[in-house]
């Protein structure tokens, strides 16, 4: 089945501790996407790729790192900079530009 | 930077009445969609109306898009207790600028 995968779905960091989240999809897209997702807030953005070994910050990229080594994957590091990372963590694909974009289940982080 | 901004921000309709929201944005767009959320889980992709578009349908869905007044509507009609979710309003830029999401409406169908 294609589609996109988080994992995992929860996820417990000590301070001062990095932590990465994983997302993979099978959907042959070419653009990734991070979103943070604050308890009744809309989506910010934190980073985006549009290709392989391309990526770009987006609204809150301070304390977060991403890489892009595989189409399929697009992983990303919550740093011991980010002060305040418990949220909700979100993944979506999409072809390209003006297509709909395909969510993962996301991966709730909290701060322990 | 959030474009697009939802209202109401909560909504409590009882089983069989419509629900409408209503998503108002700043700048020009491409298109705009719709997503449903379901709590705790990821967004589910609606309905895409593109900027030369008016109105759009899906089974009991109905959007419209007035690009003069940088607003958009999503009507569900005949609401289910299933409807219960949160509803997301994101638009798209020229080229391949990424989506950018409103806080999103927060729907209750009573039953």
């Known amino acids: 089945d294609g589609g996109i995968t988080q994992s995992p779905k929860y996820l417990f960091r000590k301070e001062g501790q990095n932590v990465t989240l994983s997302c993979e999809q099978n959907l042959n897209h070419d653009a990734m996407y991070w979103y943070r997702q604050d308890p009744g807030q809309g989506l910010r953005l934190i980073y985006y790729?549009?290709?392989?070994?391309?990526?770009q910050k987006g609204d809150i990229a301070e304390g977060y790192s991403v890489s892009r080594e595989k189409k399929e994957s697009f992983p990303l590091t919550v740093t011991s900079a980010q002060k305040n990372p418990t949220a909700f963590y979100l993944c979506?694909?999409?072809?390209?530009?003006?297509?709909?974009?395909?969510f993962g289940q996301g991966t709730r982080l909290t701060v322990v | 930077s959030q474009q697009g901004e939802e209202d109401p921000q909560a909504l409590s309709i009882q089983e069989g009445e419509n629900a409408t929201m209503n998503c108002s944005y700043k700048t020009s767009i491409n298109n705009l969609q719709w997503y449903r959320q379901n709590s705790g889980r990821g967004l589910v992709h609606l309905i895409l109306i593109r900027s030369n578009e008016r109105e759009k349908h899906s089974g009991r869905l109905r959007v419209t898009l007035d690009t003069s007044k940088k607003s958009s509507s999503l009507l569900i009609t005949a609401s289910r207790a299933a409807d219960t979710a949160s509803y997301f309003c994101a638009t798209d830029g020229s080229g391949n600028t990424p989506l950018v999401f409103g806080k999103g409406t927060r729907l209750s169908v009573i039953a």
């Open positions: 979506a694909s999409r072809t390209s530009g003006n297509t709909e974009a395909f």
């Open positions: 790729s549009q290709i392989v070994n391309d990526f």
